[in-house]
């Protein structure tokens, strides 16, 4: 019966509003656009994201990272274990990221083709450590998603005033089991700690000109703290219609095969 109104809770949760007729987000450019390692913030529009944007003060709802084509990743046992997942050889782009009631799993690119995205890259992130977060990434695959931490977040970001003392959040406190589960944005930060890449780290001075960093709870990260973080770099590809062409589409070329030489002669070429 728990299982039943579980479920009946999620879906009611994870419906969506319908797709938009266009969205400000030019879906061609942006995939073509990506890297593996990047992080792909979505603007949701589902009734559980309202109440992120509510929570969080901000469009992003929700954050996937993005690992490439099958054949992008290195490790064999690691295609196997996407392969396993669902994936498949070819040209799909694929992300993994946490869903309310599927838990971390794989989708293709594809699914977001209708929504407002925008990529957050880890500028400075060497191919090698980008290959270590996906792979971590890649063993979170199956994990169930966190609604506790969801709840934990929204009682520690709610004002007292609002939410009275005694509901205090749970975040800091261990619980056995907890790290068995994760949120979208949790596991990234994980992912990216695990490469000591910093999102938003805490500073401490040591005196004499002396910094040090300090890891953050990975519980407390949301999906705007990728867009707010100076570590990654923010890509965006606006839409700006059909008829509009790339700039270089209106280079002034010559047409009739006019040629140019090293030695800046010029030369004809006959049309074949």
């Known amino acids: 019966m728990l299982n039943k109104l579980k479920q009946l809770a999620e879906q009611w949760l994870n419906k969506e509003a319908p797709n938009p007729e266009f969205t400000n987000c030019n879906f061609e450019q942006l995939s073509y656009g990506l890297r593996p390692g990047d992080v792909i913030l979505v603007e949701g529009r589902s009734r559980v994201s309202e109440v992120i944007k ?159 960093l300090i890891k953050r709870n990975t519980n407390l990260f949301v999906p705007a703290d990728f867009d707010y973080s100076p570590y990654f770099k923010i890509i965006k590809f606006p839409f700006w219609g059909d008829k509009d062409k790339p700039s270089y589409r209106q280079l002034p070329w010559n047409q009739d095969g006019l040629l140019a030489n090293d030695d800046d002669s010029l030369s004809i070429e006959r049309a074949k």
């Open 54 to 212: 509510l929570i969080t003060q901000s469009r992003w709802t929700h954050a996937a990272l993005y690992i490439g084509r099958l054949h992008d990743i290195q490790d064999p046992k690691a295609r196997e274990q996407l392969l396993a997942a669902g994936c498949e050889d070819g040209p799909t782009q694929w992300m993994i990221e946490g869903l309310l009631g599927q838990g971390t799993i794989v989708n293709p690119l594809s699914i977001y083709q209708q929504d407002n995205l925008r990529i957050c890259r880890p500028a400075q992130l060497s191919h090698d450590d980008a290959q270590k977060v996906i792979q971590y990434a890649i063993d979170r695959l199956g994990t169930p998603y966190n609604v506790r931490q969801l709840l934990d977040l929204a009682r520690l970001m709610f004002p007292w005033t609002i939410v009275p003392r005694r509901w205090r959040s749970s975040l800091f406190r261990h619980h056995a089991g907890e790290p068995t589960r994760t949120v979208c944005s949790s596991m990234l930060a994980e992912a990216f700690a695990t490469v000591q890449y910093p999102v938003l780290p805490s500073f401490r001075t040591l005196g004499k000109g002396r910094v040090e």
